[in-house]
């Protein structure tokens, strides 16, 4: 089958553009692979792309002016000079929206958040808080479907040939919007919370001082979480809260101390790999997910836990 595997807005290819890449080249089982990257000039990212069986690599002629030329325009006009199939990206905000509007408007099958995808073009999810594990076939010929992270286990590429980087004229119409002003977002060398591959959370039992929490996934590479009942209490921001009405991980390990386990954080953070929790109250309901469980005192803890990282690293 071809594939076109929509990139968004990025420069560099990021781990779940890895994972994205490796499901597209299994899928297309020697069909050409196709890229769409929304960036005029994503220098280097053609070179990147080399060993991923990657045919074409599509970027915008020109970059917009104002608003009038839209990420769904681009893909459209990606979609139609590609004829795929099987349209593949990020199970983020912009690229859930940018593909519901487009599979309206094609009358084509969408399927989001998915853990999983067979050659035969059978998508596995997680459902109900990851209660249940579904699987869904698309009836339409054409299909867009969004990978959530940490679902595919990436291959490491060399050699190969960099793909053709072709420039797509899109056409506009309507009213244009124009840009007034941007502001970037506060920079971090933490990876970011839906995206990281380890995944360090507090809860209500840590306290005010999230430092030790901090400390731990620094030493990791992790990024920072944080139970509801922490973010309520004004000890970290909104955009690190895990659960019903956070956001929803899937890392290949989750630590978490001093967070019970209700439901509602339990249902964006169940489907992690390996969960390994720290509470002083062995009847926590977070036991009962983890694969490994320490009855203790995080601040006693998570300082030995840290004494013995740092000692390992040398």
Same mark, same amino acid.
């Given at each position: 089958?071809?594939? &076109?595997? @929509?990139? %968004?807005? $990025?420069?560099? #290819?990021?781990?779940? *553009? ?8 299994? !899928? ?50 990606? &979609?139609? @000079?590609? %004829?795929? $199939?099987?349209? #593949?990206?990020?199970? *983020? ?8 509007? !487009? ?212």
């Amino acid at each position: 089958m071809h594939v &076109l595997v @929509d990139l %968004g807005h $990025t420069r560099q #290819l990021r781990s779940p *553009d890895h994972e994205l890449l490796t499901l597209a080249r299994t !899928l297309a089982g020697g069909d050409p692979v196709t890229v769409l990257s929304h960036e005029p000039q994503p220098e280097g990212l053609a070179d990147e792309l080399a060993g991923y069986g990657v045919a074409a690599l599509l970027v915008p002629e020109q970059e917009a002016a104002d608003l009038s030329l839209t990420d769904t325009a681009l893909l459209d006009a990606a &979609l139609a @000079d590609s %004829g795929a $199939t099987l349209v #593949l990206g990020a199970n *983020d905000a912009d690229t859930t929206e940018w593909f519901a509007r !487009l599979a309206v408007r094609h009358s084509a099958a969408i399927i989001t958040d998915a853990v999983g995808v067979a050659q035969d073009r059978t998508v596995t999810k997680s459902v109900l808080a990851g209660g249940y594990t579904t699987t869904a076939e698309p009836t339409t010929e054409l299909a867009f479907v969004t990978l959530a992270p940490n679902s595919v286990q990436t291959e490491e590429v060399s050699g190969g040939q960099a793909p053709q980087v072709k420039p797509l004229a899109v056409t506009v119409s309507g009213p244009a919007a124009t840009v007034t002003g941007t502001e970037a977002a506060p920079a971090s060398s933490r990876p970011k919370l839906t995206e990281a591959k380890t995944v360090v959370v507090g809860g209500r039992g840590v306290g005010e001082d999230f430092s030790l929490i901090e400390q731990l996934a620094d030493e990791l590479g992790a990024a920072v979480g944080a139970s509801r009942a922490a973010v309520d209490a004004g000890w970290v921001e909104h955009a690190a809260q895990v659960g019903q009405t956070g956001v929803t991980v899937s890392p290949q390990l989750y630590l978490c101390a001093g967070v019970s386990g209700a439901i509602q954080h339990r249902a964006g953070m169940q489907t992690s790999q390996t969960i390994v929790a720290i509470n002083k109250d062995e009847n926590a309901q977070i036991f009962e997910i983890a694969d490994y469980g320490v009855v203790g005192d995080l601040h006693k803890v998570i300082p030995q836990l840290l004494e013995t990282v740092r000692a390992r690293k040398g």
